[in-house]
């Protein structure tokens, strides 16, 4: 990963990136694919993030195409209908492989920033909600449900496992602080809408804020819940010493660019989703 981020530098990939995409790799080894020669690490996949990378020392050797390849084959074992990555278009030569293998542009994912200058209005909680955190006594296989089925609708599914909130509550950074539930007052014990986010440090420069999902079952939504819960999330980050504040957004979710964009939100670059349908052969039992 240091190598390719020497080498293509992408844009909007940090250390940081690095950190959270190894942390979730543990989760479920059959989605990530290491090519492997004499102990050296020629390249990998990992299907959660999209991302398929070859080492730079060791490209145009073909190790891309058996990468995509195994990929295939597991997602047709998973009998996934299709494989998608993320493309970077700055880099002709990934434009190139791309296109080889039969990959096509489907979606673009957007990373926008909120620069520290610009201010945000703290958040109005009406008196009929009520919001609370992540507990370790939490129901954790009902809090993915939720999860899952507060992310309907959006371009790309959520894919939260019970194992993944497990490992990533046990990380030695995770703040519970972070996840915000909003429920009834009524029923302070069935969330009804989210949001999760995280301080991203570094050092080289001041804390970044990082809002990775926020979400609201569809019989809860047009009530304003998901203003509420971006204005949450920036009061929460910044109040806990981020500086800028990040987040990702399909370029389709139309209700979330315009509320992105009239908090104050700019859009930093576009990553690009690839895909290809995983051939029928390949599905046979």
Known sequence: MLAAFATDEMPGWTHAEMDVEISRIPVDPGETLIAEEDGAILGYWARRFDDLRVHPAHRRRGHGRALFAAALARMAARAETAISLHVPTHLP????????????YRSSLWQFRLPARTAVPEPVIPDDLALRHWTDDIDVEAFVAFANAAWEGHPTALGVTPELARLVAELPDFDPGGICLVSEATAPDRPIGFAKVEVRRSLAGPPTGWIGQIGVLPEARGRGLGRMLLRWSVSYLRRHGAADIELAVEAENELALGL?????FEPVVAWQHWVKAVPAPLLRP
């Open 93 to 104: 030569a990934s434009v190139a492989f791309a296109e080889a293998v039969g990959l096509a």
């Open 260 to 264: 992105y964009l009239r908090t104050g």
